[in-house]
């Protein structure tokens, strides 16, 4: 393969502070061991998120600078519509300031207790924000996603059938509508092929659901599509995502993702009184319909970004550059998980780590020495993350990975190679990474707060192993 060379050439930089392992202890030190407590200038390659951390095009910057401000009715707006409305084709359209205040608007209306929302796999807030309501997030992705060998094309798929024994189960009066999520972000950015879409609208037909679309990564699911889809090889991207709405009656979406800007974000919708209803609730949360939670100017971004996005060769550079870290650090006998998806390459550190225990968190043992040797930011997907339970207790995640998220556009081949080196020397010398321990937690969520030291010692090791068996 030829070097994939970035599509863009570089206007305007940001300094990387470059610092040394010793520094980095102290830092590391002062923020308790969890790596969300790091000023972010502290860190050389941050591979936290690839949310809302793109760099924007110098057209977006000055697209910016034509946003209009004016509180209803702004240009901005219309600009805004006509982009979302061009690839999405949906009739009404409604910004809000990200992704989750898309779902909680749209949840609100028709969650509640005894609703529930069949999705491949929900991502995160849109779970929290279906049980808020009352209403159960249930996730009916294909079994070969669970094997992070599996190298099913489409590892986001729904499984059809679990769908169609899902909705006899349960009853089609109370599952207000069926969500697909693409790309799958809490299963790895595996893409949901056309195939499979159409498979669910006719289950959806059957039985009189409505279909919604989690359309954050709709580009990279597109790109995949064309290129391990046989039917859309030949067809453009632009008209590939076109085909991946038309089977939908609604989306909501984080612009934070593929629409390539800082915020932002959408519910979109074909059903005139649950618009109407929407529109109501936005303007008690968001505000007016035409702004909608954003200024006019990050309209106007986002309108560009959605050009920008579905070009092809920004695509090919976005998935073959997320392919080219997953595989090398593969080829240097690092268990990754495979195929690598679009937005980030994750890695099994229960598998990397057999000396740590999952309950010893081999996850935040990685992203913990990543961050010393080499100033890596990334985030730990594992039993730190999931594995505390509501009463308290504590049981292992289904998996222990650490996910190198990539911001679109931000860094360059040879920061890529950087992070490749700086994993084979820690893959070389892994038998020194240790086992981690939590010394204090709030009662949620607490990757986000937790405090960590390191255990010198793995005499606890066994009795560790045997308590997380499930
Ligand atoms: C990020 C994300 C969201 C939520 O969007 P925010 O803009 O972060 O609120 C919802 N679904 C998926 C799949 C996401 O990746």
Redesign the pocket.
């Known amino acids: 393969m030829k070097t994939i060379i970035e599509p863009f050439k570089i206007k305007s930089v940001e300094p990387i502070k470059m610092t040394t392992r010793a520094e980095r202890e102290q830092y590391l030190q002062a923020a308790h061991f969890n790596l969300f407590g790091l000023k972010s200038e502290d860190v050389i390659i941050d591979f936290l998120t690839d949310?809302g951390t793109s760099s924007m095009s110098a057209k977006q910057w000055a697209s910016v600078m034509t946003g209009d401000e004016s509180y209803a009715g702004s240009p901005s707006f219309f600009k805004f519509e006509k982009a979302v409305k061009n690839l999405t084709n949906f009739q009404y359209i409604i910004p809000t300031h990200?992704?989750?205040?898309a779902?909680k608007i749209l949840f609100s209306i028709i969650g509640g207790k005894g609703k529930l929302i069949p999705n491949n796999r929900h991502?995160d807030?849109?779970r929290a924000n279906i049980e808020y309501t009352g209403a159960k997030a249930v996730d009916l992705v294909i079994d070969e996603a669970n094997d992070p060998q599996n190298l099913h094309p489409f590892k986001g798929n729904m499984d059809i059938n679990k769908l169609e024994q899902f909705i006899n189960m349960h009853g089609v009066e109370n599952i207000p509508l069926v969500m697909v999520?693409v790309t799958n972000?809490s299963g790895g950015g595996q893409p949901v092929s056309i195939q499979n879409i159409r498979e669910i609208k006719q289950v959806c037909l059957k039985y009189g659901l409505p279909l919604f679309i989690?359309a954050?990564?709709f580009a990279e699911n597109a790109y995949f599509i064309k290129m391990r889809e046989e039917e859309f090889k030949h067809t453009s991207v632009e008209d590939i995502v076109k085909e991946l709405f038309s089977y939908a009656d609604g989306c909501?979406m984080?612009a934070?993702?593929d629409a390539l800007v800082n915020i932002g974000?959408w519910l979109a919708l074909n059903d005139t009184k649950l618009a109407e209803q929407a529109r109501n609730l936005l303007i008690l949360t968001e505000g007016f319909p035409t702004y909608g939670g954003l200024a006019g100017r990050d309209l106007e971004a986002i309108a560009t970004g959605l050009e920008e996005v579905i070009d092809e060769d920004y695509l090919h550079y976005r998935i073959v550059s997320t392919t080219y870290l997953g595989e090398h650090l593969h080829k240097a006998g690092i268990p990754v998980v495979r195929p690598i998806g679009g937005h980030a390459v994750y890695i099994d550190a229960r598998a990397m780590l057999p000396h740590i225990a999952p309950l010893q968190y081999p996850g935040q043992s990685l992203a913990v020495e990543m961050y010393l040797h080499a100033g890596i930011r990334a985030c730990e997907i594992g039993t730190v993350m999931f594995g505390l339970q509501p009463d308290g207790t504590e049981i292992a995640a289904d998996m222990d990975l650490v996910r190198l998220a990539i911001p679109r556009r931000v860094y360059t081949q040879s920061h890529i190679d950087y992070v490749i080196e700086a994993l084979t020397e820690i893959n070389e010398n892994k038998q020194q990474l240790k086992p981690m321990k939590i010394t204090w937690q709030p009662s949620q969520l607490r990757h986000f707060t937790a405090r960590f030291s390191m255990v010198n010692s793995n005499l606890n090791n066994q009795l560790l192993q045997q308590a997380f068996v499930k």
């Not at 990200?98 to 205040?101: E, I, L, P, S, Y």
């Open positions: 949310s990200q992704g989750r205040a779902e991502f807030t849109t999520t972000n989690d954050c990564r909501t984080s934070k993702k974000g």
